[in-house]
Every structure is written in structure tokens, then in C-alpha cells.
């Protein structure tokens, strides 16, 4: 179980990575990883989904979480960055080298490393995501209406998608940046689409829920445990799940 | 966090089923019910069978979706097709055993079906598919049935897909137990169509839950 939780003005962000009870039974580690950062009105969130198939996929989204979120922190306090699609791309291209270097230090392919990344810099007024695989970013704006800022890529069948340790895998890689305030932002791996998304869709019930009981409680980051865990979710998927949610709360910095 | 709504569950449950309608399918069989009907018979019987269980069944009965692919590409093949509108089926057995032919047929079925749901963002669970053998395959190079049964192994091995043996005689049963392509094999002659096709149903019923898919006795998960 993997966790970043943050309370900070004006971002209140709590985010969890839950091992599926599939990986559970078969003794496997939970291979997704989550990173959240604030740095005062900016918020950094990185999720990434280890390849099952993968022999290090554990590793390999644990790598590519944090070395995106640490090097778009380490650029913002370098000084101010434009917030532009290259930036997040960027982030993306470093935990990719990251990766690689691993691979070299541990004698493995880089296959071995597989993992999905979806990486996003948001601001009050604006947010900006880079992402190669599946899982998706979703924003709730001023009209409470939610919306897709970054959908999951999804191959043949629902169960394939593309990795950042992919050898093409900029053809891939998607980046947006939306000139328009995120009050919400629930970023997830696969193992959340099916009661996130409805037939690929914002299901803004789901949704609301989620993100009211982090907006109007302390307790948001257990209660996103319980529902990690609960019934519910081991209802629809076997597989590892990692939800992120984040409240903009206005008057606050 | 309690009572967090999440939408209603469409996911497909899609059954494959690849039928030996060859000759020999028109004859009577030993074992239940045999004497009495032709293996055709039996095999329709059975199917119906399976067909309104799903029906009735509270979850199958809206995500159910069933394919047919004979092995002699009888104009009753039916492409995969909703368990409320399944047709009735009337099979003419005839001619021989091109089973490569009908598993290449029934495999590029799948990925298809599969394919289309997924561009419309709906998930199904673990497609299972049913081959029904009454004798050797026949009729076609037996390379082209190699790779066939390669295919759908591969399926297997990636765990992509649930495969259920119904043969008619015991060898049968040992033919496609050696191909090592099914997680479980049935006996018909022993057991009966309708209990085989028991089986393949309260599977279905299973995986449909989101739970593992039965398996006769002897199977491998």
C-alpha cells in the first residue's frame, strides 16, 4: 500500500495505491505507485501502473511516479516555468532516462520495468497533464460539471495499453494544458476505470462522492482506505487500484 | 465513505462456441439419452438448454452475448449475438472434421467482438469458449490445425480467454486433454448434453459475477 497525503492551502490532496486482491492471491506486491506534491499554489501529482507481466513493475511505477513529480519540483524552484505541454512531456522523457538507468544498473531489460505515467502540474486557474498508458485524469470545473482532461489508452481489448518503457513510446505520449480553473482533479490507474467512467465517460455520482468526502472532511485520506478496500471496489476489479483526488479550496494560499 | 455510487455493471460475458457438426454427429450415441437422439440432437437440445438458463439468469440475462461457428461453416453460424436473441438453431450435419478452419474462424470472432466493445468503452469478463469434438479433425492440412490450436494455447497462456471441452466418447476427451488447450474437459457420452451444457452455463454464470469460472472435475484453473 502506497500513500501520499497532503493537506496544504489551497490544495487539499490525499491520493492511495491498494494492491487488487488478484496480486493479493497470487502473493504479488501491489504494483501501482502514487506521488503527490504541493509547493504553495501549485500541486504535482504523478500515478503510475506497473505492468503485471512485468518483472519489476512495482519498481518500475514507483520510479516513474516519483522522478516525474521530483523533477518538475526541482524546475519550479528553479525559478518560473511556463506552464506548456513541453514541460509535462519533459517530466514524462525523465522518468523515462530514470528507468533506463535503472534498467543498466540492475542488468535488466527495460521491459522489465514496464509501467504506465500519467503526470499533472495544476494550478488555481489552470492544469496541464502528460500520459502515456491507461488510467485517466478528470476535472470537475466551475459549472460542477466534470470533465476528461486525459483519457485511458486502451489497445486491442480493455486489458492492453502502451508503457512509458516502451520503445515508441512518445508516439504515444499525450500532453494537454487547460487554461481553465480545476476545482477537482481525480487522477486513477486502470483499476478504477470501471466505477469512474461510465462507458468510457465522467461518472460524475462516483465522482462527487469521492471528492465530498475529501472537501468537506479531515478524514478524507482514511476514508479513501476504506474505500480502496471495501467490497465494493473488489466488486469490479481484481486488479491494483490507485485513486487521487484534489479539492481547490478558494481563499486559501 | 459509504453507499459511493458506481455505475451499473455492463460487462459482456461472451461464450464461443465452435461445434463439430460433421457427419458423424448425425448418429445415435451410448449414454444418457442415447439411443434416443442423434449427437446433433443432443448437442441443439443441450444448447437450448444452456441458452434459456441464461435468460432467466438475473445477470446473464442482460450480459450475456453467445457465438456459434460450426466446423463445416454451416449457414447457421451466428456471430456473437445477444442471449435474449439468440435464434433457435437447425444444423444438417454433414461432411467432415476441418476443426483448424472453425477455431481460426471462432478466435478472429472474439478479437473482433472484443475490439468493437472496447471502441465503444464497454468491458466484458474473461471470454470462454466451448469446442465440441466428435472425432479427429479432418479434411484440411494438418499444419493449418496446428496453428489453429497454437492460437488459441497462446490465448490460454495469456489468460485472455477460458476453454471448455465437450467431446462425445472418452477419446474424445483424451485427444483434446493432449492438445493442452482446455482448462477442463467433459464426456458427454457420459454425462450427458445437458449436463454438459450445465456446466458451460453455471460458468458463465460465474465469471459473469466477476468470480473464477467452474471447471468440470479435473480441470486446471
Redesign the interface.
Same mark, same amino acid.
Given at each position: 500500500m502506497r500513500q501520499g497525503s497532503i493537506k496544504t492551502s489551497p490544495w487539499k490532496a490525499t491520493a492511495l495505491s491498494r494492491v487488487g486482491y488478484g496480486h493479493e492471491e497470487a502473493g504479488l506486491p501491489c504494483q501501482d505507485s502514487v506521488c503527490v506534491k504541493t509547493m504553495g499554489r501549485i500541486l504535482l501529482m504523478a500515478v503510475a501502473d506497473g505492468a503485471g507481466t512485468a518483472r519489476l513493475g512495482e519498481l518500475g511505477a514507483s520510479i516513474a511516479a516519483s522522478r516525474s513529480v521530483d523533477y518538475l519540483r526541482d524546475k519550479i524552484l528553479k525559478g518560473p516555468q511556463q506552464l506548456r505541454v513541453e514541460l509535462l512531456s519533459s517530466a514524462v522523457r525523465e522518468a523515462r532516462r530514470s528507468l533506463a538507468s535503472e534498467a543498466r544498473k540492475l542488468r535488466c531489460h527495460l521491459r522489465d520495468l514496464h509501467s504506465t505515467l500519467i503526470v499533472i502540474l495544476a494550478t488555481p486557474k489552470a492544469i496541464a497533464v502528460a500520459h502515456v498508458g491507461d488510467g485517466a485524469v478528470l476535472v470537475r470545473d466551475k459549472t460542477d460539471t466534470w470533465r476528461t482532461i486525459s483519457s485511458p489508452h486502451h489497445g486491442a481489448s480493455a486489458t492492453e495499453t502502451v508503457f512509458v518503457t516502451d520503445e515508441h513510446y512518445e508516439k504515444h505520449l499525450r500532453a494537454v494544458v487547460q487554461r481553465e480553473a480545476p476545482l477537482r482533479i481525480v487522477a486513477f490507474s486502470d483499476g478504477i476505470e470501471s466505477v469512474a467512467l461510465d462507458r468510457m465517460k465522467p461518472f460524475a455520482p462516483f465522482l462527487d462522492s469521492v471528492s465530498d468526502g475529501l472537501a468537506e472532511s479531515d478524514e478524507g485520506h482514511a476514508k479513501l482506505e476504506t474505500l480502496l478496500g471495501s467490497d465494493l471496489i473488489r466488486s469490479r476489479t481484481a486488479d491494483d487500484c490507485t485513486l487521487a483526488i484534489a479539492c481547490y479550496k478558494e481563499g486559501q494560499s | 465513505?459509504t453507499a $459511493? +455510487?458506481? +455505475?451499473? $455493471?455492463?460487462?459482456f460475458t461472451c461464450i464461443s462456441i465452435v461445434a463439430d457438426t460433421s457427419g458423424s454427429m448425425d448418429e445415435t450415441y451410448s449414454g444418457k439419452h442415447g439411443g434416443s437422439e442423434t449427437k446433433m440432437q443432443g448437442m441443439l437440445r443441450g444448447l437450448k438448454e444452456a441458452i434459456q438458463y441464461c435468460r432467466n439468469h438475473p445477470t446473464l440475462s442482460r450480459s450475456a452475448v453467445f457465438s456459434l461457428t460450426t466446423v463445416n461453416e454451416s449457414p447457421a453460424d451466428v456471430p456473437f449475438t445477444s442471449v435474449q436473441q439468440f435464434p433457435e438453431l437447425h444444423i444438417q450435419a454433414s461432411g467432415r472434421t476441418p476443426l483448424g478452419a472453425a477455431l481460426h474462424r471462432a478466435t478472429d470472432g472474439i478479437?473482433d467482438y !472484443?475490439?468493437g466493445l472496447?471502441s465503444?468503452? !464497454?468491458?466484458?469478463t474473461k471470454p470462454t469458449m466451448v469446442i465440441i469434438t466428435d472425432g479427429a479433425p479432418n479434411g484440411e492440412p494438418s499444419k493449418y490445425v496446428e496453428d489453429a490450436i497454437d492460437r488459441v494455447r497462446e490465448l490460454v497462456v495469456a489468460r485472455?480467454i477460458f476453454v471448455l471441452a465437450l467431446g462425445v466418447t472418452a477419446e474424445d476427451v483424451a485427444r483434446i486433454e493432449s492438445l493442452q488447450i482446455a482448462h477442463g474437459a467433459i464426456e458427454v457420452g457420459k454425462v450427458g448434453w445437458s449436463e454438459a451444457f450445465r456446466v458451460v452455463s453455471a460458468s458463465a454464470a460465474s465469471l459473469a459475477q466477476?468470480q473464477q469460472p467452474l471447471l468440470p472435475t479435473g480441470g486446471t484453473p
Amino acid at each position: 500500500m502506497r500513500q501520499g497525503s497532503i493537506k496544504t492551502s489551497p490544495w487539499k490532496a490525499t491520493a492511495l495505491s491498494r494492491v487488487g486482491y488478484g496480486h493479493e492471491e497470487a502473493g504479488l506486491p501491489c504494483q501501482d505507485s502514487v506521488c503527490v506534491k504541493t509547493m504553495g499554489r501549485i500541486l504535482l501529482m504523478a500515478v503510475a501502473d506497473g505492468a503485471g507481466t512485468a518483472r519489476l513493475g512495482e519498481l518500475g511505477a514507483s520510479i516513474a511516479a516519483s522522478r516525474s513529480v521530483d523533477y518538475l519540483r526541482d524546475k519550479i524552484l528553479k525559478g518560473p516555468q511556463q506552464l506548456r505541454v513541453e514541460l509535462l512531456s519533459s517530466a514524462v522523457r525523465e522518468a523515462r532516462r530514470s528507468l533506463a538507468s535503472e534498467a543498466r544498473k540492475l542488468r535488466c531489460h527495460l521491459r522489465d520495468l514496464h509501467s504506465t505515467l500519467i503526470v499533472i502540474l495544476a494550478t488555481p486557474k489552470a492544469i496541464a497533464v502528460a500520459h502515456v498508458g491507461d488510467g485517466a485524469v478528470l476535472v470537475r470545473d466551475k459549472t460542477d460539471t466534470w470533465r476528461t482532461i486525459s483519457s485511458p489508452h486502451h489497445g486491442a481489448s480493455a486489458t492492453e495499453t502502451v508503457f512509458v518503457t516502451d520503445e515508441h513510446y512518445e508516439k504515444h505520449l499525450r500532453a494537454v494544458v487547460q487554461r481553465e480553473a480545476p476545482l477537482r482533479i481525480v487522477a486513477f490507474s486502470d483499476g478504477i476505470e470501471s466505477v469512474a467512467l461510465d462507458r468510457m465517460k465522467p461518472f460524475a455520482p462516483f465522482l462527487d462522492s469521492v471528492s465530498d468526502g475529501l472537501a468537506e472532511s479531515d478524514e478524507g485520506h482514511a476514508k479513501l482506505e476504506t474505500l480502496l478496500g471495501s467490497d465494493l471496489i473488489r466488486s469490479r476489479t481484481a486488479d491494483d487500484c490507485t485513486l487521487a483526488i484534489a479539492c481547490y479550496k478558494e481563499g486559501q494560499s | 465513505m459509504t453507499a $459511493v +455510487p458506481i +455505475p451499473e $455493471v455492463q460487462r459482456f460475458t461472451c461464450i464461443s462456441i465452435v461445434a463439430d457438426t460433421s457427419g458423424s454427429m448425425d448418429e445415435t450415441y451410448s449414454g444418457k439419452h442415447g439411443g434416443s437422439e442423434t449427437k446433433m440432437q443432443g448437442m441443439l437440445r443441450g444448447l437450448k438448454e444452456a441458452i434459456q438458463y441464461c435468460r432467466n439468469h438475473p445477470t446473464l440475462s442482460r450480459s450475456a452475448v453467445f457465438s456459434l461457428t460450426t466446423v463445416n461453416e454451416s449457414p447457421a453460424d451466428v456471430p456473437f449475438t445477444s442471449v435474449q436473441q439468440f435464434p433457435e438453431l437447425h444444423i444438417q450435419a454433414s461432411g467432415r472434421t476441418p476443426l483448424g478452419a472453425a477455431l481460426h474462424r471462432a478466435t478472429d470472432g472474439i478479437a473482433d467482438y !472484443l475490439h468493437g466493445l472496447n471502441s465503444q468503452g !464497454l468491458t466484458w469478463t474473461k471470454p470462454t469458449m466451448v469446442i465440441i469434438t466428435d472425432g479427429a479433425p479432418n479434411g484440411e492440412p494438418s499444419k493449418y490445425v496446428e496453428d489453429a490450436i497454437d492460437r488459441v494455447r497462446e490465448l490460454v497462456v495469456a489468460r485472455k480467454i477460458f476453454v471448455l471441452a465437450l467431446g462425445v466418447t472418452a477419446e474424445d476427451v483424451a485427444r483434446i486433454e493432449s492438445l493442452q488447450i482446455a482448462h477442463g474437459a467433459i464426456e458427454v457420452g457420459k454425462v450427458g448434453w445437458s449436463e454438459a451444457f450445465r456446466v458451460v452455463s453455471a460458468s458463465a454464470a460465474s465469471l459473469a459475477q466477476g468470480q473464477q469460472p467452474l471447471l468440470p472435475t479435473g480441470g486446471t484453473p
